[in-house]
């Protein structure tokens, strides 16, 4: 019997409300105490194709999925045939019963226990079709001999609003589920999920939500942005909570727009961010670099999913880090943050909006849909942490005694006291030109290198303890794993899986490309005897810039650019292959 | 009280060709500033990039010169942001009605309280005498040496049709009418459009000031009823012998602003970053 660890997942076509079943799964195994990691698989369309949820419960923090299910519900033919392969000995497939016929579940696996249920006949008695997810999960919670009373006090929570009727209807549908599977299929399942009392407030939340939790928490006001997949639930999310928070969220014409409403907020003083993918971060170039060479703070998310043009738009990749290091014409410094996971993405947010202020120029965030859209639990974020530094941005009083002000003077450190309209003794014209100390147009030769110096400078500005990698396993071995962003989640259950054989490596994750910790990873590289990078791109592109930055050449690269995230197992068989052999 | 000498920005040189319309666009902004009183340190003057768009460094106020093309949505951030402030965006045909062209119309729609004042010459200028969008049918250019083979885009009728709530046509050869319709447009509560006819004196040997003195008559002189979106359309239709100047078209509509509760509070650059994030997060719990 095998109590507390349990992967589901659910099957069926685009638009046939699968996911519900997948996120309330989620919440009751985190309202039972356990830790969750949420995915979903699904192809660009609204109606029909074939999705999946993916979710696995367990007492310890879970990074990303390993291989194999135990439960897999099935809402059509497509979904039994495509997945059951995918169960452990011993897994069970519920499936609807007044739907499929016995053929659609034929299996050539005699271990796994079908169980049908007539989901969609309980649900239509009940009321109708939206009544099917709760005859699911009644059914998977008998079979995992749940007590009822947990979740009902979530059904109420949720629908409480609707009346006492709808509350009621859904907790007799979940009874009705679970009644049928108690009847009809009394062996025990050797899975049980008994909750556990703890007193950690974790949270479960996805990379997006993460994100725009950070970005609220720093102070953001302004957002504007255009929906595009994987981003387009920044702006969903910021849309819902705009009025609560203050924050004026629009939804501009065009991805152009929104990255020159950015310059418009940033130089009149407020913290925004816009979020978009590669498509619409290609549109943002050319006012990223009036960002750059006006000296606005601003924050970018590039969401990435598989280019290049539209590509597969709901599948993941890391292939735009070169991109965003370089993008718009010229040189100018920009912040370039990979966040791992949605924890990272709270407080790399906050940190990015501090660094957009204190050196004045654009942050970009890049992600990717496999941490944009994966739900997890994560440890509780201590709120009282965050710090919100607007580096030197004058007050109406500094500036009330400001003469001869000069937006951007030239000073050793290449950062420039920063007023804003509205205030008095700070006139100046804030330029995509080219220009001297008080903004005015300058193409003179000596200005012009002195303001590329002073711009390339201000970088210097930023603690290195914020940027520094994070690295994890054993850190007292020669044999490293490297890798940056998304990637993080399956090296981490790869070092899991690891160490149940006793086999351990040292593993570094880079979380920031510009300002980039040359030295830490240098050493880091020099000291290891056997190293290998994991990253979501053809071309090993984090492994180049290390190359081009520290003169060091990783020798292994395991690369995935399918649009599928790395799965914990290809990766710890990659190491063992590749460092302990 | 703001005075026109304090709008004087002596230290830069105006660079623009001795004769162009550009100068009375400068001066019927800053006499307008005077006279609606806005303080220079309270106003923004946002541009493009074009002739028109080094205006900004030709005036003591706060400016803004960003991309080509973009300077409406980096204006309407502007307000957005401090909505104390008065915005003033400036720019060329090219500039608004070419590359810029989706951002006027989506821009006409929302009613954000500033004025925009296009500095039109119906042909490219700080790129030295290519068609414009607003070029007529038949005008040799650099880049159209047969002839321009398109139809104008007419920019008054489409701001009325995309609802701009005040929309009006100046002529830099009469700068006392064009200061009061800039005045009328910056006090006008939304979105205001004023068209500016401003000869290019070195590209544009069609569209002269002669060209234009002849055409040009007052509204005010005439009976137009400015409240009357169909007047208005036809009147933005009229471009042969006689080319009306003034206001078009002028409607009272609440503006962005007024629809965004965020702002109720004051600005959103005065209010404060700090929130209870504890609150915030509990939805995650
Ligand atoms: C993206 C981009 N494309 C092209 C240019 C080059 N350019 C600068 S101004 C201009 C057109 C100028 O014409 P208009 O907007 O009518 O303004 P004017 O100079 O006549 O005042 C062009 C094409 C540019 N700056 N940016
Ligand atoms: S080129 Fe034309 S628009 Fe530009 S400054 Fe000269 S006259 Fe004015």
Redesign the interface.
Known sequence: MRINDVTLKVGGEAGSGILTVGHMFAKLMQKSGLQVFLTNDYPSLIKGGHNTITVRANPQRIYALTAGIDILIALDKKTVQEHYRELREGGALIYDSGKLKEEDVKLERPDVRKIGVPLSKIATEAGGDIFFNQAAMGAMLALLKMDLAKYDHMIEKAFGRKGADIVAKNKQVVRAGADHVRTNYPDPFGINVNPVQTDA?????NGN?ALC?GA????V??V?EYPMSPSSSVLHWMAAH??K????V?H???E???M??????G??????LTATSGGGFSLMN??LG?AGIAEIPCVIINDMRCGPSTGLPTYTEQADLRFALHASQGEFPRIVAMPGDAQEAFWMMVDVFNMADLVQTPAIVLMDKYVAESVTTIP??K?EQ?R?D?GLLQTDAQMAEAANFKRHALTPSGISPRC??????????????EHDET???SEEASMRIAQIDKRERKMRAISPLLYQPAFFGDQSSDLLVVSWGSSKGPVMEALKLLAAKGKSVRYMHIRYACPFAADTISAALKRAKKSLIIEGNSEGQMRNFIREKTGLLIPELYRRYDGRPFEAEEVAAVIEERLLK | MVTLAELAEPKHTVTWCPGCGDFAILVALKQALVKAGREPHQTVVVSGIGCSGKLPHFIKTYGFEGLHGRSLPAASAIKMANHALTVVDVGGDGDGYGIGMGHFIHTCRRNIDFTYIVHNNQIYGLTTGQTSPTSEKGFKTKSTPEGVLEEPVNPMALAISAGATFVARGFSGNLPHLADLMCQGIQHKGFAIIDVLQPCVTFNKLNTYEYFVKKVYKLDESNHDASDKTAALAKAEEWAEKIPIGVLYKVSKPTYEDGTPQLKEGPLVKQSLKRDVGALLAEFE
Do not use: M
């Open positions: 407030r974790n949270l479960l939340i939500d939790s609220v928490a720093a102070g006001h302004l504007a705009a009025v928070y203050n924050i004026v629009k501009t014409e065009d152009i727009a929104a020159n409403w950015l310059c418009g907020a130089f009149a003083g407020v913290r925004c050319e006012a009036n509780s974020i709120a965050v919100i607007r804003i309209p509205g205030q008095k003794n700070g006139i100046h014209v804030c330029s995509s030109y903004g005015y147009t």
